[in-house]
Nanobody
Framework: QVQVVESGGGLVQAGGSLRLSCTAS????????MHWYRQAPGKQRELVAT???????HYADSVKGRFTISRGNTRNTVYLQMNSLKPEDTAVYYC?????????WGQGTQVTVSS
């Protein structure tokens, strides 16, 4: 059993910053990649950022230069540093952990950016 827990969401003014955290616990096999997705009301869930086992990172065009994904000291923890936040970044942010045999989602954390 694997649990994925996100934290760090909240309300921030446009131009501000937030740092999201995600930790996977339980029976952890080899993690191929960890991702951050987001879903705004009425919209489909979209991929925001990825960090692979090898440390490669990838970003959606909409967040390049503003968001940074990184790993913690343990490879089952990932962060998303979000700077220069915009109202359009408002969404529920989800952590997704991709392992060799299965994948897991967290429950999501709300990020609200006021104008």
């Amino acid at each position: 059993q694997v649990q994925v827990v996100e934290s760090g969401g909240g309300l921030v003014q446009a131009g501000g910053s937030l740092r999201l955290s995600c930790t996977a616990s339980g029976v952890i096999f080899s993690i191929n990649a960890m991702h951050w997705y987001r879903q705004a009301p009425g919209k489909q869930r979209e991929l925001v950022a990825t960090i692979t086992e090898g440390g490669s990172t990838h970003y959606a065009d909409s967040v390049k230069g503003r968001f940074t994904i990184s790993r913690g000291n343990t490879r089952n923890t990932v962060y998303l540093q979000m700077n220069s936040l915009k109202p359009e970044d408002t969404a529920v942010y989800y952590c997704h952990v991709a392992m060799i045999t299965s994948d897991y989602w967290g429950q999501g954390t709300q990020v609200t950016v006021s104008s």
